[in-house]
Nanobody
């Protein structure tokens, strides 16, 4: 069983920045791809970014050039640096880890972008 704990969400004004963290209980964290998703009430969960086990990152078009996903394997942690935040970035942000065909999710952290 893998546990994921997100933190770092909060209220920020448009144009501001936040940094999210996701700490995994998995001691072999470095072996597995990890991702960030977000969800707004009443909508499907949306992929935001992924960080492969080798470190390469990919991004949804809506966040490319504003967000940066990276991992610190020594700390079993995935990060999401979010800059130039927009009201449409408001959502609950979740991290996930895929291990041996099974997907694990954290409980999510709320990000609200508003004046």
């Amino acid at each position: 069983q893998v546990q994921l704990v997100e933190s770092g969400g909060g209220l920020v004004q448009p144009g501001g920045s936040l940094k999210l963290s996701c700490v995994a209980s998995e001691r072999t964290f470095a072996r597995y791809p990890v991702s960030w998703y977000r969800q707004v009430p009443g909508k499907e969960r949306e992929w935001v970014a992924s960080a492969a086990s080798g470190g390469a990152s990919n991004y949804a078009e809506s966040v490319r050039d504003r967000f940066r996903a990276y991992r610190d394997n020594a700390k079993n942690t995935l990060y999401l640096e979010m800059n130039s935040l927009k009201p449409e970035d408001t959502a609950v942000y979740f991290c996930n880890l895929i291990k041996q065909g099974r997907t694990y999710w954290g409980q999510g952290t709320q990000v609200t972008v508003s004046i």
